[in-house]
């Protein structure tokens, strides 16, 4: 990782572009923002199509421009922004410009899926300070991102729970984050809402249940993906790219209480742990004020009141995604992209009642079995990748619909 990082006490307020700001991230990021008035300031926020909502953000946090990726040119709309001091732009292609947007310090890279890929780009080939929630980025062009990073000098700082934990407890040398001593990761996953759930079960539960998250308040995606495990498997493709360790030393356990976010293992024998209340405040703040500590807003950990700690190896039987996206990395080249995109349809495909929740792993399986792995080194490669393993999954999904029929 690219850690050539600075106080943010500056003479003025940081800009702050936010990159899906009506999503469970944005409203986190803004509340903290809003904390911290003398640090940050709202320049951008964007929404796929949620207008009403997104107008609201913006009269509220005084933003100077917003984008509507998902939403066609109108008038009507631009001018009751306008009425509230903010210009408005549309399409997908004005979020690369709002990342790569010179006024902007700051980047907040919150967009759920494949749909934030280009624009986290856009932000990391500008040099931003770039806060990373957005994991797909990360899994579909691991190599090529971490490039433009490179190349462009970006200050890149993850914002997932488990990957800020682990940038937390690595040593850093004048402010980059080091392998120095570092023996493996341990990632933690609570094990979702259908951890101790008879395997014979599975077959009939409903997109309510799944996105029932015992201990996290999130989307309805990602609900589900840390239901499947998946989430935890792309985690392990982003934590290979963030800190440049191999497969075999990224473990993954099954931590129901959801208070130990991370972990790292010395060759001496050492293990460090980074703890807190499950609240995405906390990794936020954290990246937000590096190398200085704020105030996230995040209640206090009582560890009297925890009681107790448990940790526990996931079941392959249970969790196949996660064996499938340790495949994945293996593999190499697109077939992470393939992963995520067949996961996108297979979850649609669930959560919109066509598809068994024990079928999405099939889906998944058979996408990368179908969509044969190339190399990953250009954009464009990357989105026909995407493209080709969507309309796999989706061939896969109105099969199995058929003979479920």
Same mark, same amino acid.
């Given at each position: 990782?690219?850690? %050539?990082?600075?106080?943010?006490?500056?003479?003025?307020?940081?800009? @702050?572009?936010?990159?899906?700001?009506?999503?469970?991230?944005? /409203?986190?990021?803004?509340?903290?923002?809003?904390?911290?008035? +003398?640090? =940050?300031?709202?320049?951008?926020?964007?929404?796929?199509?949620?207008?009403?909502?997104?107008?609201? @953000?913006?009269?509220?946090?005084?933003?100077?421009?917003?984008?509507?990726?998902?939403?066609?040119?109108?008038?009507?709309?631009?001018?009751?922004?306008?009425?509230?001091?903010?210009?408005?732009?549309?399409?997908?292609?004005?979020?690369?410009?709002?990342?790569?947007?010179?006024?902007?310090?700051?980047?907040?890279?919150?967009?759920?899926? /494949?749909?934030?890929?280009?624009? !986290?780009?856009?932000?990391?080939?500008?040099?931003?300070?770039?806060?990373?929630?957005?994991?797909?980025?990360?899994?579909?062009?691991?190599?090529?991102?971490?490039?433009?990073?490179? +190349?462009? &000098?970006?200050?890149?700082?993850?914002?997932?729970?488990?990957?800020?934990?682990?940038?937390?407890?690595?040593?850093?040398?004048?402010?980059?984050?080091?392998?120095?001593?570092?023996?493996?990761?341990?990632?933690?996953?609570?094990?979702?809402?259908?951890?101790? !759930?008879?395997?014979?079960? @599975?077959?009939?539960?409903?997109?309510?249940?799944?996105?029932?998250?015992?201990?996290?308040?999130?989307?309805?995606?990602?609900?589900?993906?840390?239901?499947?495990?998946?989430?935890?498997?792309?985690?392990?493709?982003?934590?290979?790219?963030?800190?440049?360790?191999?497969?075999?030393?990224?473990?993954?356990?099954?931590?129901?209480?959801?208070?130990?976010?991370?972990?790292?293992? =010395?060759? %001496?024998?050492?293990?460090?742990?980074?703890?807190?209340?499950?609240?995405?405040?906390?990794?936020?703040?954290?990246?937000?004020?590096?190398?200085?500590?704020?105030?996230? &807003?995040?209640?206090?950990?009582?560890?009297?009141?925890? &009681?107790?700690?448990?940790?526990?190896?996931?079941?392959?039987?249970?969790?196949?995604?996660?064996?499938?996206? =340790?495949?994945?990395?293996?593999?190499?080249? !697109?077939?992470?992209?393939?992963?995520?995109? /067949?996961?996108?349809?297979?979850?649609?495909?669930?959560?919109? &009642?066509?598809?068994? =929740?024990?079928?999405?792993?099939?889906?998944?399986?058979? !996408?990368?079995?179908?969509?044969?792995?190339?190399?990953?080194?250009?954009?464009?490669?990357?989105?026909?990748?995407?493209?080709?393993?969507?309309?796999?999954?989706?061939?896969?999904?109105?099969?199995?619909?058929?003979?479920? /029929?």
């Amino acid at each position: 990782m690219n850690q %050539d990082l600075r106080s943010d006490r500056a003479s003025r307020p940081r800009a @702050l572009a936010l990159l899906g700001a009506t999503g469970s991230v944005g /409203a986190n990021t803004l509340d903290v923002v809003g904390r911290h008035p +003398d640090r =940050y300031r709202i320049d951008t926020l964007t929404a796929n199509s949620s207008a009403e909502l997104l107008l609201e @953000l913006a009269r509220r946090h005084r933003a100077r421009r917003a984008v509507l990726a998902g939403v066609a040119e109108d008038s009507a709309l631009r001018r009751r922004f306008k009425d509230a001091g903010c210009d408005l732009l549309f399409g997908a292609h004005a979020l690369g410009q709002a990342a790569a947007a010179p006024e902007c310090d700051v980047v907040m890279a919150a967009i759920v899926g /494949a749909a934030g890929l280009p624009a !986290t780009l856009a932000a990391a080939r500008a040099g931003k300070r770039l806060l990373l929630a957005n994991k797909e980025a990360l899994v579909m062009s691991g190599p090529l991102f971490m490039r433009a990073v490179r +190349d462009a &000098g970006a200050v890149l700082l993850p914002i997932d729970s488990e990957h800020n934990a682990v940038f937390q407890c690595l040593p850093h040398d004048g402010g980059r984050a080091s392998l120095r001593g570092v023996r493996r990761i341990v990632l933690t996953a609570s094990g979702g809402p259908f951890r101790a !759930t008879p395997l014979e079960r @599975l077959a009939q539960v409903t997109p309510q249940e799944a996105c029932a998250h015992p201990n996290w308040v999130m989307g309805r995606k990602i609900s589900v993906d840390s239901a499947t495990m998946m989430n935890k498997g792309l985690e392990v493709i982003e934590a290979h790219w963030l800190f440049g360790l191999e497969p075999e030393r990224i473990e993954v356990v099954i931590h129901a209480q959801s208070i130990v976010h991370s972990l790292v293992e =010395y060759v %001496d024998g050492s293990m460090l742990a980074q703890m807190s209340n499950p609240d995405m405040r906390v990794p936020i703040a954290h990246a937000l004020g590096f190398p200085e500590r704020i105030d996230s &807003g995040g209640r206090a950990l009582d560890l009297g009141a925890v &009681g107790s700690l448990s940790f526990e190896r996931p079941d392959a039987a249970r969790f196949p995604c996660l064996g499938l996206a =340790y495949g994945a990395l293996r593999a190499g080249g !697109t077939a992470p992209a393939v992963l995520n995109a /067949a996961n996108e349809v297979a979850v649609d495909a669930f959560l919109g &009642g066509r598809l068994r =929740y024990t079928a999405i792993a099939q889906v998944i399986g058979d !996408t990368l079995d179908r969509v044969a792995s190339a190399p990953a080194q250009e954009l464009g490669a990357i989105l026909e990748a995407d493209g080709r393993a969507r309309r796999a999954a989706a061939d896969c999904v109105a099969r199995l619909m058929g003979q479920a /029929a």
